[in-house]
């Protein structure tokens, strides 16, 4: 009974569906990341914002305003019938927080992928996630002959955490992306035995 | 996958993000709800041939969630943004045509067993 309105009482079985975010800069292989190691080529969503950005149910002059289109990529990976986890990568522009908000409630936890030559790309991201509480590791997106410099440097670069994992990867290959998967949850799952409620509600 | 209706799909890129989001929702530019993106919509009966009151869009969300599928994949399959979905989900709601099961909070996962079929899981992929 993983969902809070599951009582259906007819065929369907509802899968428990999760989610974990892909962030990081522009170009870095979030996208590529989603497509190695989920089942189908990445889906594409949007939201559709106004300059103002916020709930505000004025159609008057709708056809003027000046909205900006937010494309999300994502994928799905199934796993038997009950049990299916989306990716979703961020979109890449910083100051779209509003939809950073939306896309991390109820996540698992994030992956920051960080490209060494432009290591300051990913700050945003570790900003956003540490101020949310979320949990997350840093991948290392390896580009060819971009290796620079090491794990440790990266780690002292970004003044993470010394609890947060950082690793490297390569984003077009599954095996490596399934790894940084992997870290992530464990990474996850450590944090939850030192914070985890006492008791859950209605389980 | 084929529509319900004889109607073709008017809509390409080339039209634009916001008009016909807009137009298919009579104006309604945001949801009463907030569904997450992995909510997970299921229709409660097929397609009828004749379903008054329903835009071709509702139609073609009833027509695949006939397995429950996340809000975010029915805006990529219907290629509509987020909060236009969720506009036709309230109606769809509101007519008990779908069920919307959001997501249970992490926090409240009872033990690590989630945690360990996922890792199983992509371990086996």
């Known amino acids: ?203 | 996958m084929t529509r319900p209706d004889a109607e073709p799909l008017w809509v390409d890129d080339e039209a634009g993000p916001v008009v016909r989001p807009y137009a298919m929702t009579r104006g309604r530019a945001r949801p009463r709800n907030g569904f997450n993106v992995i909510s997970l919509v299921t229709a409660t009966r097929p397609v009828l041939p004749i379903d008054v009151g329903l835009v071709p869009e509702h139609a073609r969300i009833i027509e695949l969630c006939q397995q429950p599928l996340a809000l975010a994949e029915v805006a990529a399959y219907l290629r509509l943004p987020l909060n236009t979905v969720r506009v036709l989900l309230d109606d769809l709601v509101a007519r008990q045509l779908v069920q919307i099961a959001e997501p249970r909070p992490p926090a409240t996962l009872p033990d690590d067993s989630v945690f360990e079929a996922l890792i199983h899981g992509l371990r086996e992929l």
Request: glycine residues 10%; charged residues 25%.
């Open chain 1, 1 to 203: 009974m993983d969902y809070e309105n599951s009582d259906r009482g007819d065929r369907t079985i509802l899968p428990t569906a999760l989610k974990i975010l892909i962030a990081g800069g522009f170009g870095v292989g979030k996208t590529t990341l989603v497509g190695s190691v989920s089942e189908t080529q990445p889906l594409r969503t949007e939201e559709v914002l106004s300059e103002q950005g916020i709930g505000v149910d004025d159609i008057s002059g709708v056809e003027t305003k000046a909205t900006t289109t937010v494309a999300m990529d994502f994928g799905r990976i199934s796993f038997g019938d009950d049990l299916v986890l989306y990716l979703f990568g961020t979109p890449g522009q910083d100051r779209f927080w509003f939809i950073w908000d939306e896309l991390a409630l109820g996540a698992l936890g994030a992956v920051v992928l960080a490209d060494t030559r432009r290591l300051a790309d990913c700050f945003p991201s570790i900003d956003y996630f540490e101020g949310q509480g979320l949990p997350f590791i840093v991948a290392v997106n390896c580009f060819d002959g971009s290796r620079q410099y090491s794990l440790d440097e990266v780690k002292m670069a970004l003044n993470l955490d010394p609890e947060v994992p950082v690793m490297l990867c390569d984003a077009r290959k599954r095996e490596s992306s399934k790894e940084v998967l992997i870290s992530l949850l464990h990474h996850v799952m450590k944090g939850r035995g030192l914070t985890r409620e006492p008791e859950s509600v209605g389980s």
